[in-house]
C-alpha cells in the first residue's frame, strides 16, 4: 500500500504550533521595523509537524510505502492530511480534487483540526481520525474500512509504545530554530503530553486535561538515535507543562548529560514550575532556551480567562536569572482579547519592556474551534477567514478598538519592544553569543551566585523596574 503524508506550508504556516492548530509568520507591518522583524521570523525553517514524523515511522512499521509530499498529488492508496487552520479550506479543496482524481484512494484528515471541526469535513468523502494521530499504529485497519467519516481513536496509552519518529522523508538538514538555538539541524522531540491546567482559550487541552509521561531513558536514546541518524545538533521539547513531573525532569537531565557529544535543547514551561537547581541542572546538560506564557499582567484578564495567574516579581526574577545563567527566554504575550483598549495594549507592552525577555512574541487573541473561549465568543468574531487565522491579524470584533486599531498597536509592540538600547544591552550577549570573547569579563562570565534566588531576589526586581526602557 502507497502512504502519502500531504502537506503544505502556505501561508508561512507553521503546523506544530498553538497546540496543533497552527501560527503564522509576522506579517511586517509597522513600517521598516516590522520588515526587519518578519526577515528575523523568516530565519527559521522549522521542523514538520511532529505527528507526520511519527506516522512515517509507523506507516513503515506497518510494512507500507509512505512518502512526503508538499503541495503535490501523486498517485497513492491513501492520503493523510494534518491540517492547520490557515491551510485547511486549501486542503480541503485539494482533498475534494483527489476524491475526482483518484476516486479510490481513502483520505485521512489528523491532528487538532481535525478533532475540532470534524463537519468541516463532512462534504470531502474523507475519513476524520479524531484523536490522536498516532493511534494509527494500534487502529488502521479500523480507521480504513470505517463506514462513518468520523472515528474517534482517542489516545495512545503508553507513549514508549511508539516507534522513534523518523525524519528521513523530510528535508531534515534544513531545520533551523535560530531564536532557541546556535547549533543546526534542529527537531522536535517530546518528554509529555497533555496540560493540566484550564485556560480556556488554548487548544492544548482539548483532547485530554492531563499530562502522560515518557520514560527518561527513552528520551535519551530517541536522542542518540537522531545525533547518529540525521546529525542533529539541537532539540526543541514540544511539551507544554515541561517540568511538570521534577523527578522525570532531573533523571532526563542526568541522560542527556550522558550522551556521546554535547547538544542544545529548549523547553516550555510555566514560571512557577522551575525551581532554581533544576534550572541550573538544565543549563548544565545543555539547555540554551525556555519558553514562557506570561500573557498579560492583568490579573482580571488572566482570571476571566481562566489562566492561572503568575506574581509579578517572580516572573521578572526567573527571566533575570535566566539571563544571569546564560539561557535565553522567550516569552509569550497575548493583545487583542475582547475587551481591550488602547491602554490595556500598552500595559502589556510595558510590561514586556520591563521584563525584557531575550524574544518577545506579541499574539493577537485568535478564537480557537473546539476551545471554550470560541463558544463564549462566536457572536463576536467578525472574519470567518481562516487563513487569517495566524495570531498576527485580528479577526474579532472589540468592544473599545477597531480592528485596524488592534493591527497598529500590535506592529508597535514588536517595534517599540525590540528597538531600544536596553533590550540590545541585556540581551545582547545571549543573542550572539560569539561576541562573548570581544566582551568585558565581567559581562561574558555572568556570576551565578548572584543570580535571583527566591526571597534573595530583590536586586534583580529592582534592577528589572528602574531600568531605562
Known sequence: MNVVLWDTRRNDVQKDFAGGMGVGMHPGTGGWRGKIVRHLYKQDYRPVAMNFAYLAAIVKKLGHN???SLDETPQADVFIFNPALQTVDAERRVMQSIRKQQPNAKILVVGQVAFAMGDFFADSGVTVVKGEAEQLLFKWDDVLNAETPVVDVGTVADLDSLPI?????????????????????????QQSRGCTFKCNYCPYIMIESKT???DPAAI???????????GFESFKFRDPLFGLNRKKALELTEGIRRLDRPIQFSVETRVDLMKEDTLRALKGAGLTSITIGIETPDEATLKRYSRVAINDDRQRDFVALCRSLGIRTVAGFMVGFPEDTEASIRHVLNY?????????????????PGTAFYESVKDQIADHDLSKYSVYQPVMKYSNLTAEEVSKLHGECFSKFYFRSR????????LWPGLKRFAHPRLSRPNLNNASKGSDSGSATTRARSAAA
Open 212 to 214: 502522560r509521561f515518557r
Open 220 to 230: 535519551t536514546d530517541e536522542m542518540r538515535f537522531g545525533m547518529k541518524r540525521y
Open 352 to 368: 514586556a519592556r520591563s521584563v525584557n525577555p531575550t524574544y518577545a512574541n506579541f499574539n493577537i487573541v485568535t478564537p480557537y
Open 66 to 68: 509512505v512518502s512526503y
Open 423 to 430: 533590550y540590545l544591552k541585556e540581551n545582547g550577549l545571549l
Open 165 to 189: 519518529p523518523d525524519w528521513s522523508l523530510f528535508n531534515y538538514k534544513k531545520f533551523r530554530i535560530k531564536y532557541d538555538f546556535h547549533r543546526f539541524p534542529s527537531t522536535y522531540i
